[in-house]
């Protein structure tokens, strides 16, 4: 994608996009014509479309001045995207003049960007050509602006890069993306970048160092499973941010198995986690972080065979916890428990953060467009509600206190991976699983079950039906922040 910032050339675009705002009073010529007749009012994310000596004009509402935040600008943007139509190779231009505040102008464009995006992998023939047409390959954004902008719209592309790249992670059908090639994925990244270092334990080492929750898991398939462990700026001798994510290649849900109306059909996706901490190493490792962060990703499907774990089975947990099985579609829990005394125990971090595609609890109480969060720390839940606004990925705090951790001890191990309330307060109890093995560590954790994919509820900047990369901007701006 080429993007340049030019000060003039409106009139030597094939489409130019116009954002105004409404119920501004000096418009203009053709603008002040469509006003007028009532065609377009510039409610925010309206679109409308003109033709004027030739030259495509696309008009964006932005709504009103003092109303329009970060998110409601990326919104426009999105919708903005959707209504371009063929591109072809046409220049598109985009008018950023002094009305729009620069930080908003940049939302706008991220969103426009962020949307801009197909995964072709899989298609063949004209229906391929066609989604390929409508993306754009180079924006002109003409107005006045400054370094500071300049600089900024440079770390935006960057992340909206990488939100791309966990989207086509996400949307990768399991039979192509084993534990196994995640760890490849992984090695890329630190063969790319010389400030990232590499390594996967393989099942032999699980077993040696007793990582039997994840282990268990693995145990119904043919595939071995993988601790990822990737560090950016390994280093440096401050204390680590540790990130963990959520990467169950496939979740059949085990012998407890999911009917076929439970969202069985996109569980290839029940890796989201892990995707957004791949590709936030990589946005840090490409912005020039300079911090130490840590990326660990425990890897595994979740299927059944002769050799599966079972409910009722007893697991000794990495961290000496004794867990009593009693539903193996809970399996997430298990394999993060792992994964994050494992970080505590080796890293000693100066905090954690985990993301998972953990429960449908959690789209039930909050629907496909908030991530449920969780903390034992309020000032780390703080700073990521912080992060969330700047980056218009929304977050909603969720209750954990320990009466929904005393919920997780079981009657014949130390913890069982249900709560004793069954799944009532489901995505509450799956987060007082992990707390159990936190400690005092600064932890959130971040259930994107819901907003790692889209159906049919979407942002604009997210394609329907496809994988959104939620998080990545969100984790880039928290570590950016803290
Ligand atoms: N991967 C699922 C959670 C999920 C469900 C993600 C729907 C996206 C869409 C997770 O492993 C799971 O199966 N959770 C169970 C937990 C329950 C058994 C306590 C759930 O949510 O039903
Ligand atoms: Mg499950
Ligand atoms: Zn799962």
Redesign the pocket.
């Known amino acids: 994608m080429d993007i340049k910032a030019i000060k003039t050339g409106a009139d030597s675009q094939n489409i130019l996009i116009v954002p105004v705002f409404a119920k501004t009073d000096k418009l203009t010529g053709r603008l002040s014509e469509i006003v007028e007749h009532g065609e377009f009012e510039a409610r925010l994310g309206e679109t409308y479309s003109d033709i004027a000596n030739g030259q495509k004009l696309v008009w964006v509402g932005l709504g009103e001045k003092n109303k329009l935040t970060p998110e409601l600008a990326k919104m426009a943007g999105g919708k903005t995207w959707s209504s371009l139509g063929q591109i072809g190779d046409r220049s598109v231009g985009l008018v950023i003049d002094k009305a729009i505040k620069s930080s908003l102008a940049l939302s706008l464009i991220e969103g426009l960007l962020l949307r801009n995006y197909a995964d072709l992998r899989y298609k063949t023939g004209e229906e391929s050509a066609k989604t390929h047409n409508r993306l754009l390959t180079s924006l002109n954004i003409i107005g006045e602006v400054d370094a500071a902008f300049k600089k900024e719209l440079q770390e935006l592309i960057k992340i909206v890069e990488a939100t791309h790249y966990a989207r086509d992670l996400v949307m990768t059908p399991s039979a192509d993306q084993r534990p196994e090639d995640l760890a490849n994925e992984a090695a890329k990244l630190a063969h790319t970048y010389n400030n990232v270092t590499f390594e996967a334990l393989s099942k032999k080492e699980l077993q040696e160092q007793g990582l039997n929750l994840l282990l268990a898991v693995n145990r119904g398939s043919a595939y071995e499973p993988r601790l990822i462990v990737l560090q950016l700026n390994h280093d440096k001798k401050d204390k680590p941010i540790v990130l963990v994510g959520k990467g ?1 290649t496939f ?1 059949s ?1 085990g012998y ?1 198995i999911k009917p076929s109306d439970s ?1 069985l059909e996109v ?1 290839h996706t ?1 890796m989201a986690g892990a995707a957004t901490v791949l590709a936030t190493i990589k946005a840090l490792a490409e912005l020039g972080c300079k911090k130490k962060v840590i990326g660990i990703i425990p890897a595994t499907e979740n299927l059944v065979s002769g050799d599966a774990y079972k409910p009722a089975d007893i697991i000794r947990s990495y961290a000496g916890l004794t867990v009593e099985i009693k ?1 193996t ?4 829990r298990l394999i993060l428990a792992d994964a994050l005394s494992y970080a505590i125990k080796n890293f000693d971090p100066n905090y954690v953060v985990d993301l998972a ?5 959690c ?1 039930v109480a909050l629907g496909f467009r908030y991530a449920g969060l969780f903390s034992n720390n309020s000032d780390l839940q703080k700073k990521i509600r912080t992060a969330s606004i700047d980056s218009g990925e929304k977050v909603w705090a969720l209750p954990l206190d320990d009466t929904f951790k005393d919920q997780m001890k079981s009657p014949v191990a130390d913890l069982a991976n ?1 709560g004793n309330a069954g ?1 009532f307060a ?1 995505a509450s109890t ?1 987060a007082a699983f992990l707390a159990h093995f936190v400690g005092e560590t600064p932890w959130a954790h971040i259930d994107i ?1 819901g907003p790692s994919f889209q159906s049919k509820e979407t942002e604009s900047w997210n394609p329907p039906t496809y994988a959104t990369g939620f998080g990545v901007e969100l984790l880039v701006k928290l570590i950016q922040q803290n």
């Open positions: 169950i979740d849900g407890n969202f569980m029940d539903n579609d809970a399996e997430g595609t953990l429960t449908g609890a789209i249900l799944r489901g799956g079950a």
